[in-house]
Structures are given as C-alpha cells and as structure tokens.
C-alpha cells in the first residue's frame, strides 16, 4: 500500500489564518524545512493559537504570518521600526520583515510523530530557540551535523 503525501498550499493556510483571526485554534502538519532542527517538515504537526492584535510578540516564540503572499511559521527576533523580524531556524541569514497586522498565530505545541508533545512556550524551549538564533552565524556548519546526526 502507497501512502499518499498531502502537501498543503498556500490557499489552505489562508483558511487557517482566517480561522484563527476568528479565534479558533488551528492544527496543520508543517512542510518544509526552514525550522529545522526545532520542527521537521512532513512529519511534525503544530497546533497554533490566535495571536490578538494587541498582544506583544515575545522574542523566542514563533508565529504563524503572511509575508510576500506565504504563510510560514518562524521564530520572532526582534522588530526593526514598525516591521516585525522573523528567521526560519533553518535559514541561514533570510529574515522577513513583516507588519504587525499579518502574525495571525503563534505556535503553542509541536506533536512529533510518536505523539510526544512539546510545549512551545516553556521556558526550556524558548531559551534553546534563542540560543539558536544568537548561534546563527555557526548554522552553516550545525544544520548539517544536525542532519548526519538525525537530529
């Protein structure tokens, strides 16, 4: 029996970002590997909350938005002016710039294949992503170690 790989468009996550500007949690399987090592693309599933308007974006979480027509989840690092900075954890040195306006979600758990969950706005993980984008200049080397190691 083949299995079938649903890959999500982009038309889908607008469908989930208007269900969480509505107020109702979303839970999509990530593609893609611009979150690697902290979230596997096809394999991870995340369950994002709504993201109100008012809320401040804490450096260290990611967040669900749009930016030059995509959604993607990537992690908040800072703010440059009114634009919001996010990186991939994947990315090398790509970083969006975004208005306020499009984060929609932040991301709350990640459920790894084997059901584990992980919370994503603990103290442990939110350290470990920061540490991660301070080490970025060394993510040429890491990313791939990561992979050889199945990390």
Known sequence: MTMKRLVLNNA???????????????????DGGSMYP????GRDVVVLLP???????????CYFFSWKGQYMVHRFVGTDGAHCLFMGDGNIVRQERVERSEVVGILRYIVRPGGRTIDCLSPSWLRRGRDWYRWRFLRRWLLPLCRILKI
């Not at 889908?12 to 990530?30: D, K, M, N, P």
């Not at 902290?38 to 693309?41: A, E, M, T």
């Not at 993201?51 to 979480?61: I, N, T």
């Open 51 to 61: 993201c109100p308007q008012k809320e401040v974006l804490q450096d260290g979480c």
């Open 12 to 30: 889908f996550l607008g469908e989930a970002a208007e269900a969480l500007r509505a107020g109702r949690q979303v839970t999509v399987r990530i």
């Open 38 to 41: 902290f979230i596997r693309g």
